[in-house]
């Protein structure tokens, strides 16, 4: 158990609906990574945020956003959903600010029918 | 762009056999993480490798970072069904993003 917890760990949604994700990072952390993996593929990485402020992105979409609240809790927001949006979502915390180990939460499974 | 290549990029042996799996790349990395991912599962980190030439071992896994830190090998010794997964290598480029290769998926048989 890394610590990082995920909800919900499945979801079944269809085209052109909105999802949001959750993820609590490990006690003390205050960077929150998430990321992006489809069937066999590596992970793509998305957004950092760093102590509730934006500190990297990735390959995010424009349709996705996150946010990172007060208490260092996560959202990553999912909007006009399409069929290639299905994966793999994971959220990873580390207590860097800077790249460093991370520590990576179960996932969320998004399918989109 | 920086890419990590890692080969080969599906490996089924036998239990008890040896394997060496393979993370390359044209640039240079500050350091390269090797993690471990089970189905169904968020990948766990293995080791962190900084130092060219550094090797760093984990029971029957040695990691190895190469001298020009472009590259990367993790060697397991007599593999046991429990090895089973996906490895993925991940070089630190800039202090913001880890670069991830696509990642071996390994099948222990036994």
């Known amino acids: 158990d890394s610590g990082v917890t995920q909800t919900p760990k499945h979801l079944i949604t269809a085209t052109g609906q909105r999802v949001t994700l959750r993820c609590s990072p490990r006690?003390?952390?205050?960077?929150v990574y998430w990321y992006q993996q489809s069937l066999d593929q590596g992970l793509q990485f998305l957004i950092q945020?760093?102590?509730?402020?934006?500190?990297a992105k990735g390959n995010i979409l424009e349709r996705f956003s996150a946010q990172q609240f007060p208490d260092l809790h996560s959202e990553l927001n999912l909007s006009s959903l399409e069929l290639g949006d299905s994966a793999l979502y994971f959220c990873?915390?580390?207590?860097?600010?800077?790249?460093?180990?991370?520590?990576f939460g179960p996932g969320t499974r998004l399918t989109v029918t | 762009t920086q890419l990590l290549e890692q080969s080969p990029q599906f490996l089924s042996i036998q239990e008890g056999e040896n394997l060496t799996v393979y993370c390359n790349s044209s640039?240079?990395?500050?350091?390269l993480q090797w993690y471990r991912q089970e189905p169904g599962e968020g990948p766990v980190l293995l080791v962190t490798?900084?130092?060219g030439g550094e090797v760093k071992k984990l029971k029957r896994l040695t990691f190895q970072f190469g001298d020009a830190r472009k590259d990367s090998s993790l060697h397991i010794t007599a593999a046991q069904t429990g090895d089973t997964g996906l490895y993925l290598c991940?070089?630190?480029?800039?202090?913001?993003?880890?670069?991830w290769g696509a990642g071996t998926k390994l099948i222990i048989k036994p």
């Open positions: 990873a915390s580390s207590p860097h600010a800077t790249v460093g180990e991370q520590y």
């Open positions: 006690s003390g952390d205050l960077s």
């Open positions: 945020y760093y102590n509730g402020e934006e500190r």
């Open positions: 640039s240079v990395f500050s350091s």
């Open positions: 490798v900084v130092t």
């Open positions: 991940a070089g630190v480029w800039s202090n913001y993003q880890l670069i």
